[in-house]
């Protein structure tokens, strides 16, 4: 620690101790930061009154040997006392020169002790500059903490920009996929569709029936989601068992990664692409060669069960034969 940070660290001391609480807490936070010992803290304890041990902690702090004291209190302190830390921090850099008002701030801060002590008597026109000085210091550091700020917040409302485009970019993606699907999917949308109403046609319907009351509308609205989960549970399950089936099928095939989809391990055999798009005809041409190689297989196994019939058959014939030829040695 410097003598600049002791000088500043002394100044304040009388108020520091008017505002900050020096309790356990507050001293074991500067223990743990290695700024006062074990015994600093019990003798500091020993006082009864808050200002004598404020007193005590700053000569116990100024007098010690790390370097860092200075900004490890204010570390300390910024916990309860934010503010009263940047203050701290500000008057350092005000005795080390570090804060030089601009002309503008200058002026500004004479206009306003003039407006406010101009013609009165109790101070002199030295006193009046002190104070136009210290008011242009408080200035300055407000307007640098103020462009700080405004550094910070204009890299989160980049940040927000950003995430706000990336959003707007996925749910062009997910329009264009929904455009895509009811493009490629019209006509089986439509006839699925026919007859149906909106969840707004029915609502439309209930509050333009004289007999129904808002709560029709509302119980209404109930039953279209209720029938709604239905379905929804329905199709899960249904989803549930297709997975099933499909792992089913991959283990048949041979395939080790159960995850591969069903349509490139369909291509793979067919030697023809597969996917959601394609036509009907095509689609026909996939799954008749896929049924002719079926029943290739089914041709294959009628085989080898053959043989293996056959070799059991001759199997058992040598077993008798052996038997006989026992039988005979034994005699």
């Known amino acids: 620690m410097d003598d600049t940070e002791r000088m500043v660290l002394r100044r304040r ?11 356990k807490d507050f001293l074991f936070d500067l223990k743990g930061q290695e700024v006062i010992t074990e015994e600093t803290v019990s003798l500091i304890m020993l006082e009864t009154v808050n200002a004598t041990r404020m007193l005590r902690l700053i000569e116990a702090i100024v007098s010690l040997k790390p370097t860092d004291g200075f900004a490890k209190f204010c570390l300390v302190l910024s916990k309860n006392y934010k503010w009263l830390s940047k203050d701290l921090t500000a ?10 008002p601009t002309r503008e701030l200058i002026d500004e801060a004479a206009v306003l002790v003039h407006r406010k002590f101009g013609t009165s008597k109790r101070f002199s026109e030295a006193d009046k500059r002190d104070m136009a000085e210290m008011v242009a210091v408080k200035l300055q550091i407000a307007h640098e903490e103020w462009q700080l700020e405004a550094a910070k917040l204009n890299d989160e409302l980049d940040e927000a920009r950003a995430e706000l485009r990336r959003r707007e970019a996925a749910g062009l993606r997910i329009y264009e996929m929904q455009r895509g699907f009811v493009r490629d999917r019209e006509k089986q949308l439509v006839t699925h569709a026919h007859d149906m109403m909106t969840t707004r046609d029915a609502v439309k319907r209930c509050l333009a029936d004289p007999t129904r009351d808002g709560g029709a509308v509302l119980d209404q609205l109930r039953n279209n989601l209720d029938q709604l989960f239905r379905q929804m549970a329905l199709a899960l399950n249904h989803r ?50 896929l049924e002719r190689q079926v029943e ?15 070799l059991k058959r001759q199997l058992g014939e040598r077993d008798r034969e052996i038997s006989k030829l026992r039988h005979m040695v034994q005699m």
């Open 91 to 100: 008057d350092l850099r005000v005795e080390r020169g570090e804060i030089q």
């Open 240 to 289: 549930e068992a297709l997975y099933y089936e499909k792992e089913k099928s991959l283990r048949l095939l041979g395939v080790k990664n159960l995850r591969t989809p069903l349509d490139d391990v369909i291509g793979r055999m067919t030697g023809k692409s597969v996917n959601a798009h394609m036509e009907v005809e095509d689609r026909t041409d996939v799954v008749e060669k």
């Open 13 to 23: 001391k009388q108020h520091l101790s008017e505002i900050v609480e020096v309790n």
């Open 296 to 310: 290739k297989l089914e041709g294959t196994v009628e085989k080898y069960v053959a043989v293996e019939q056959e």
